[in-house]
């Protein structure tokens, strides 16, 4: 069982010159076989892949983040971040992290991992931007 914990959430004002960075991390001792991603969900609303990262760092995302959002890992520290980029009003939601063996690891294939209910999932950290 992965245990992961979110931090780095918070407020931060819409734009180009602004950012966040969300990490996410775990002690299994497994982490390194784990294809790692970011989801988020508002209220009433189905939660979405956002972004997802393999083992070897190489990253894949949502059309809505493209361009303004990154994933990365650092598989020492056992921890995966976002960065968000520019963003925006409609950025505003709960983020999760989530871990699932899957092969390949791209959002897509995280998504049908998710559907079938085979990921682990954070507590949530939630981002308002304003």
């Known amino acids: 069982h992965v245990q992961l914990v979110e931090s780095g959430g918070g407020s931060v004002q819409a734009g180009g010159s602004e950012s966040l960075t969300l990490s996410c991390g775990t002690s299994?001792?497994?982490?390194?076989?784990?294809?790692m991603g970011w989801f988020r969900q508002n209220p009433g609303k189905e939660r979405e892949g956002v972004a997802a990262?393999?083992?070897?760092?190489?990253?894949s995302f949502a059309d809505f983040v493209k361009g303004r959002f990154t994933i990365s890992r650092d598989n020492s520290r056992k921890t995966v971040y976002l960065r968000m980029n520019n963003p925006k009003p409609e950025d505003t939601a709960m983020y999760y992290c989530?871990?699932?063996?899957?092969?390949?690891?791209?959002?897509?294939?995280?998504?049908?991992?998710?559907?079938?209910?085979?990921?682990?999932w954070g507590q949530g950290t939630q981002v308002t931007v304003s």
């Open positions: 299994a001792n497994t982490y390194n076989h784990y294809c």
């Open positions: 989530t871990a699932a063996l899957v092969h390949p690891c791209t959002i897509n294939t995280l998504r049908t991992v998710v559907a079938a209910g085979n990921a682990a």
């Open positions: 990262v393999d083992t070897s760092g190489t990253a």
